[in-house]
């Protein structure tokens, strides 16, 4: 019974042996390069390579002919006939600080699209600038049908700028 006591002892201490693994760190692979200096970049200067968009009095950005539209906006229209003739009356509102000077129309469309009515937009002295703050519009409608219950809608005829200093009269 010592004997096989003794041959347990040495087999269990061979397996014990045979699971030691040597734990020392090994360096393996491709050593890592010498550190080489980098060459600095060109010093980065600014070059202005466009123009600067144009800007209107209020710093926006005129990007479209009709840029000064958005300046105005009208209100309390009212079409009416009276004798033989079919007129708008109503308000136009310039926001911006100076008077503006274009054209807009007021057209009537058919359900096909078809033109049926159409008025030039004028001022109170029957001119096209627009003061800064509220001006009294007005237009005689061309048309041989009742517009007043139809819809219309202003078209832009000659883009809205700013209208030129007026002289005073000698």
Known sequence: MKRLTALILVLALLFALAACDNATPVLAGTPTPAATP???????????????????????????????????????????EYSDGTFLDGLCVNAYP?????????????????????????????TTRLETGTNAIYAEINTDIDVTQMDFVLEVVTPYTPAAAETPAP
């Open 98 to 126: 100076e008077p503006l000077d274009g054209a807009v129309r007021i057209a009537y469309y058919t359900s096909e699209g078809e033109l049926c009515g159409v008025g030039a937009i004028h001022n109170a002295e029957g």
């Open 38 to 80: 980098t060459p600095l970049p060109d010093a980065f200067s600014a070059e202005i390579t466009a123009q600067p968009l144009p800007t209107d009095l209020l710093g926006n950005e005129i990007q479209a002919s009709e840029h000064y539209w958005q300046y105005l906006s009208f209100g309390e229209m009212r079409v009416y």
